[in-house]
């Protein structure tokens, strides 16, 4: 059987990889219009930041090696150029000497991954703008980095480049702004998580312009649609990427809604004896079944193995995607998994949202804050999504929920999870218990929850609610949810004689425990509708930032 492979980073020597593994005879050789193979993207940023001291790191494995391992064939700068399914042919264009061969398949699959879109910006093409994709990109910036001592950068979007590149250039000693067209950065996160982000990034030095686009690029300067203009003499496109799908799409391979390849379980296209894997590919939500497009080197590499398993008679098969994912911003972790609130409520689901706002581990061993947003189907009880803040306990923790939305866990089955612990660790009763533990009540309308978006709503919409402020009159005087009054939990018994127990009631301390004990009272005392805010004071501040 000949195996023919257009693509060889993650995807494409994936494929080769579990392909050889299950069939020795097989004659398997890859074509790569690039310079290097199975290199890590994902690392690119930390090289261009000091944290990585050699390129070379990046791309540990070579041709050869890859064929003294695995006996397959990689031949870098070879351009597939056009393919006859009716044939099984394809043209290569060798690109170092313009040489053109034919070779033969029985199978074959496209492992072309994705490049990066180029925004329509007057100026894009100029020698201080760089794309972040492919090694060639990082050692040219490298090289303008070390030749021209650039001291201001603008990164055009605010993505998972965008933001890893604005830490490691800022670390770097460089002045460093983004530019992001929508209201918020991290599209795949929801709004009040975001701003979060948000402000740890001005916090760090870093000037963020929301809501502006960039609209043309000088020497010196980026300008935007709105007349800013700001100073730059290096300029980063992170302005996301897009399936490479013209050489499937000659062939007559459909594309999914997402606009990249259309696969099955298989990885299998509509014609046979093509797959596609990797970033040109479409995957599926493990949540909803709908088709879910990421380009993530972790899927990449899953898809390639189960396609190679496929190939040469295995039973693999695709089980789709979360979604996941996670970085670090400075000294903070964000991580998320699932489907957001905006997501949920677009798919029509009846959601209850949580936000819990606890330390990692123990606080007298330095445990400091994680806010875990968490969002359950009612009807189900279903964990749909995760997304979580902080900086310590964030991978551990999104980890946790990824694998018990894989496995269909409710809320309530968070509690019973026997996790390990320790103080160095964790909290005796950890985030992810108590998150299912709080989820699980509100649904059972026991601790019914209130977000700070729903209660804004509620009051603007003329409702009239009366809303318990729990905490010390110091606390209070700092801050408090507009219109609330402060009755201190110990005085509650008391003072609840005056309050009407047929309004709807919401509760609230700092972060959220307390106002769950002041909720249990009144619960107790007779009143009939009675919420705990979600997060607290603490998250209904940011949110009324983040709404400013």
Known sequence: MKIIIIGSVAAGTSVAAKARRNDENADITLYNADYDISYSICGIPYFLGGEVDELETLTPRSSEWFKKRYNVDIHTRHE??????????????????????????????FATGAAP???????????????????????SIHSYMQAESPEKVTIIGAGFIGLEMAEQLK?????????QRSNQIMPHLDKDMAFRVEEHLRANGVNLLLNE?????????VETTKGSVIDADMVILATGVRPNTKLAEQIGVELGVSGAVQVNEKMQTNLPDVYAVGDVAESYSIVTGNPLYRPLGSTANKMGRIAGDVITGGDLAHRGILGTGILRVFD????YTGLSEKDAVMEGFDIEVLHNIKPARAEYLGGKEMVIKAIADRK???????????????????????????????????????????????????????????LQNAMDKKNRIITPQELTNRIQNGEKIQVIDTRAPKQYEVSNVEGAVNIPLAELRAEAKQLDPAIPTVTYCNKGVTGNAAQNVLINMGFEEVYNLSGGNKNYQSFSKSNQ
């Open 80 to 109: 597939v150029v056009e393919i006859n399914p009716d044939q099984k042919v394809v043209t290569v264009k060798k690109l170092n000497t313009n040489e053109i061969i034919e070779d033969h398949y029985d199978t074959l699959v």
């Open 117 to 139: 879109t180029t925004p329509q910006i007057d100026g894009v093409e100029m020698e201080h703008v760089f794309h972040v994709r492919n090694i060639q990109n990082t050692a």
């Open 171 to 179: 670390h770097r000693g460089l002045d460093v702004t983004i530019v």
């Open 213 to 221: 686009e960039a609209a043309a690029i000088t020497e010196t300067s």
């Open 332 to 335: 903070l972790a964000v991580g």
């Open 380 to 438: 189900t009880g279903r964990i749909l999504g995760v997304q979580i803040v902080g900086e310590d306990g964030v991978d551990k923790r999104i980890d946790v929920f990824v694998t018990a939305i894989s496995l269909k866990a409710r809320a309530e089955d968070l509690f019973h999870l026997d996790l390990a612990y320790a103080p160095p660790f964790s909290t005796t009763k950890d985030p992810v218990m108590y998150t299912g533990m709080a």
